[in-house]
């Protein structure tokens, strides 16, 4: 049976090309986890809760739709059922955990993977600082043995207010295994205007692993949101427009 969790610590890098470049890169960690499994990783791990406070936790009401009918699993399994893939063996979730209480996740990523243990569809579930998420459910062909995903799904979520919403995502994902890459690049008619990416190497879920994770990135999960208004201001002295907020309503895109 696959481990039912992983820590990937590794970097975070944004490279936006207009109408001002600007680039970012931070160091931070993920928690990857069976979501089937939250129970079992809160039983067996002293500094990992599910669904109630702890140095690290995962809370079900932090993912999924806000209005959600049913647990995260069920919106899964309705989601990619909603695409033509059939309900996955296993689902495993790349996200930041609560630290210390608190979490923004820009992004959450589900492997949704079969009886052999390949990739068929994912689900990147987008969160904006307006309190709002989107799903965008995509198929995945030929996910066996790590290969390289790529994926592509029109924009359909404001994310930032310093970008619209016309264009295209363009995903390039290597799956978790020993380290695991998530690539998107954000296209519009003009050509390419931003790129983010997340790298990480693969450490065992353990309390010790989860300790070494805290001290090296202490007060991470607050990092993350004190980072997006830090570079919020830079993007307004380097005088890139503020566009506000664009509209949409959160929901599932299927791809």
């Not at 492997?111 to 998420?133: I, K, L, M, P, W």
């Not at 998107?184 to 692993?209: E, K, N, Q």
């Amino acid at each position: 049976m696959a481990d039912a969790g992983a820590i990937y610590e590794g970097r975070v890098v944004h490279q936006r090309l207009r109408p001002r470049r600007h680039r970012l890169s931070y160091r931070v960690f993920t928690l990857l986890a069976d979501i089937d499994r939250l129970d079992e990783l809160d039983r067996d791990l002293r500094l990992f809760a599910h669904d109630r406070a702890g140095l690290m936790s995962i809370r079900s009401p932090d993912h999924g739709p806000k209005e959600r009918e049913g647990t995260l699993r069920q919106w899964i399994d309705r989601a990619v059922a909603g695409i033509g893939v059939e309900r996955p063996v296993r689902v495993e979730m790349l996200c930041y955990p609560r630290l210390m209480g608190y979490v923004f996740n820009p992004l959450t990523v589900y492997f949704c993977r079969d009886s052999g243990d390949a990739v068929t569809a994912t689900v990147y579930e987008v969160h904006n600082t307006f309190g709002e998420r989107h799903a965008y459910v995509l198929p995945v062909d030929g996910g066996r043995d790590g290969a390289l995903i790529r994926q592509r799904a029109d924009k359909g979520f404001p994310v930032s207010p310093f970008l619209t919403m016309e264009g295209q995502y363009r995903f390039q994902v290597r799956p978790p295994g020993e380290d695991v890459a998530v690539v998107i690049r954000h296209s519009d008619a003009d050509g390419p205007v931003l790129g983010a990416a997340f790298t990480g190497r693969r450490r065992p879920l353990t309390d010790r692993a989860l300790l070494g994770a805290a001290l090296r990135h202490p007060l991470m999960t607050y990092k993350v949101i004190a980072g997006i208004h830090w570079e919020a201001a830079r993007l307004l002295l380097k005088g890139v427009p503020f566009i506000g907020r664009n509209g949409g309503a959160a929901g599932t895109v299927r791809g």
